[in-house]
């Protein structure tokens, strides 16, 4: 049997805690006006010290399960995109299942960095169309202030917490998600990393006052992936599915950057009003940025019905991936 797959309902969850740019100005050599220039920031929410990252998953999960007209036990699949999890094991989706009552649904992490969400739907999908499945609930769920070097100015302006959630299930034909692409450069890799269990030598001496279990970033060389990475698989999707950009009502991208972002419209032809953008608000949050951002578009009255939207983004590995929606 072939169904058609797309979002039923979205949720998100963000901690209470505000770090505002003059907040960083005390920590680190760097200025408010410095940040807005460089990434469009302004503020970001971070995690209470003793606050699990999971707590917030539990938070977007339950919001989508709303949205959608679901309950924990309509799920089938539990799928959670991270790579700042508070457990290797159990992991992050077991937790959450655990957490909400999901007692029915399988669960498990997924890690593709901050392409994760467009990774997640991926798979989602092929267990929607097959009939593997009914309903699944992608959440992306990150806590990457406790991965933080706050003395390292190239990271510490960009990262935050959050977490987003979709539920993912049947919609009538021709609706939902058209076309997805995801892809990785591994040989890139090296220009952002997160050791857990080992770490070269290499990458103990990029780091600070040996800082080893943080992230670091080459800034220069993920700014030239990303923003040619977003065009191509932007492209890529649509041209699956025979639309062009024109086709295209909202481009919702990882909020990483807002130079990335505003180079990627560029490469696209497209004027940044068709890009949605929250970057100022909370930062850089990882996986979790696109289903935050898709939550509040929807909010916002951003995706209206019939509206071909592209999700998109690129992270560490290095990955990248696109989704083509057509909003139902």
């Known amino acids: 049997m072939h169904y058609s797959a797309g979002i039923l309902g979205t949720g998100m969850s963000l901690p209470d805690k505000e770090l505002t740019n ?16 460089r990434t469009g920031i ?26 959608a007209s679901l309950n924990a036990d309509d799920i089938d699949l539990i799928l959670v995109t991270t790579n700042s999890p508070d457990y290797l ?26 392409s994760g969400f467009i990774y997640g739907l991926t798979v989602a999908r092929q267990f929607i169309e097959t009939g593997y499945y009914k309903n699944i609930l992608v959440v992306a769920c990150e806590g990457l202030s406790k991965v933080t070097d706050w003395e390292d100015r190239n990271t510490c302006i960009l990262l935050s917490d959050g977490a ?43 780091r600070l006052h040996d800082n080893k279990h943080v992230i670091w970033m080459n800034g220069s060389e993920v700014l030239k992936f990303a ?3 977003m065009e191509s698989a932007t492209r890529k999707v649509l041209k699956k599915e025979g639309l062009s950009t024109d086709d295209l009502s909202l481009v919702v991208p990882h909020q990483a950057n807002i130079r ?32 935050i951002a898709l939550h509040e578009a929807i909010k916002e009255n951003k995706v209206r019905k019939d509206d071909y939207i592209v999700l998109v983004g690129f992270g560490g590995g290095l990955t990248y991936g696109a989704a083509l929606i057509k909003w139902k």
């Not at 094991?89 to 593709?112: E, M, R, V, W, Y």
């Open 22 to 37: 003059f907040d960083i100005e005390k920590i680190v050599d760097t200025s408010n006006e410095w940040i807005i220039k």
């Open 42 to 67: 302004f503020k970001r929410r971070i995690l209470e010290e003793n606050q699990p990252a999971f707590s917030l998953g539990i938070e977007a999960a339950q919001m989508a399960l709303l949205e």
């Open 89 to 114: 094991t159990p992991s992050t989706a077991c937790i959450i299942q655990g957490k909400i009552g999901a007692h029915k649904a399988a669960a498990f992490d997924l890690n593709a960095a901050c």
């Open 164 to 206: 987003g959630a979709a539920v993912v299930g049947r919609v009538d034909k021709g609706y939902g998600i058209l076309q997805t692409e995801i892809g990785a450069i591994g040989e890139q890799g090296h220009n952002l990393t997160l050791p857990c269990c080992h770490i070269a030598q290499e990458d103990i001496e990029k």
């Open 227 to 229: 923003v040619r990475i």
């Open 260 to 291: 990335i972002i505003d180079g990627a419209m560029k490469r696209l032809d497209l004027p940044m009003e068709k890009a949605f953008v929250n970057i100022e608000k909370y930062g850089n949050n990882s996986s979790a940025s696109l289903p």
